[in-house]
């Protein structure tokens, strides 16, 4: 029996939903990580990482901080740090050269608007563990 037949046998709600995730699946493009480890402690020892020993309050509108690392060519101006996606694939981030034991973090931000575009904020261990906030650009009411 060929394939065809046997899909034209199938009822049609598992048709059109067969038709549905191959058309989604078909359109779709491939996602790259966007987060990632120098040393995952899974996999061998690492070092020991600096850990933020006291209270810190960060103002973009001021410029960059030498308490990030930024990639992507961010820009500061008196609204704060932007992050340009310039073309697909982009992942501008500002990463801290500390890690957060425990304690209270405070974000200000405006998420960017456009469809496929994600704003986050995201907290990660080295064995890629995360909490993260997401914002979906096309989503205004979300």
């Not at 060929?2 to 598992?14: C, E, G």
């Not at 191959?22 to 690492?46: D, G, R, V």
């Not at 609204?79 to 990463?95: C, E, I, Y």
């Amino acid at each position: 029996m060929s394939l065809l037949s046997h899909f034209l046998r199938l009822d049609v709600a598992v048709r059109l939903l067969s038709i549905a995730t191959i058309t989604s699946l078909s359109l779709s493009t491939p996602c790259l990580a966007q987060t990632y480890t120098t040393c995952n402690p899974l996999q061998q020892t690492c070092p020991g990482d600096a850990a933020l020993g006291k209270s810190v309050s960060i103002d973009f509108t001021s410029g960059p901080s030498n308490e990030f690392v930024a990639s992507g060519n961010p820009t500061y101006d008196s609204n704060g740090v932007s992050l340009t996606v310039a073309k697909s694939g982009d992942a501008p981030t500002l990463s801290s050269k500390w890690y957060i034991m425990f304690g209270k973090v405070e974000i200000v931000m405006q998420a960017a608007p456009g469809q496929g575009i994600v704003s986050s904020a995201v907290l990660q261990s080295d064995d890629l563990d995360e909490i993260d906030w997401e914002i979906v650009g096309s989503q205004s009411d979300q």
